[in-house]
Nanobody, 115 residues
């Protein structure tokens, strides 16, 4: 069973930065796509950023230019670097991994932006 463990959430002031980590239990290149989703209170879960096995990245319009997704295969880790944070970025952030045999989620890590 694939396991994804997120970390790095916390409370920051507007304009601040956070770096989220997602460590997978297996080779991340086994996955077609890995990504970060977020869910704010009362809202649906939405895709924030993704990276496919070929290294192509995608971002939602709301985070483009502020967030960066990157990975390291040896560490089995995908990161989400978040900068210029604002209160609208407050959400639980979930790591996701997709492959032919399934679609997997981490338990999430809370990111909060407040003064």
């Amino acid at each position: 069973q694939v396991q994804l463990v997120e970390s790095g959430g916390g409370l920051v002031q507007p304009g601040g930065s956070l770096r989220l980590s997602c460590v997978a239990s297996e080779n991340i290149f086994n996955f077609n796509t890995m990504g970060w989703y977020r869910q704010a209170p009362g809202e649906q879960r939405e895709l924030v950023a993704s990276i496919n096995v070929g290294g192509v990245t995608k971002y939602s319009d709301s985070v483009k230019g502020r967030f960066t997704i990157f990975r390291n295969g040896a560490e089995k880790t995908v990161w989400l670097q978040m900068s210029s944070l604002n209160p609208k970025d407050t959400a639980v952030y979930y790591c996701n991994a997709q492959m032919l045999r399934g679609n997997y989620w981490g338990r999430g890590t809370q990111g909060a932006v407040s003064s």
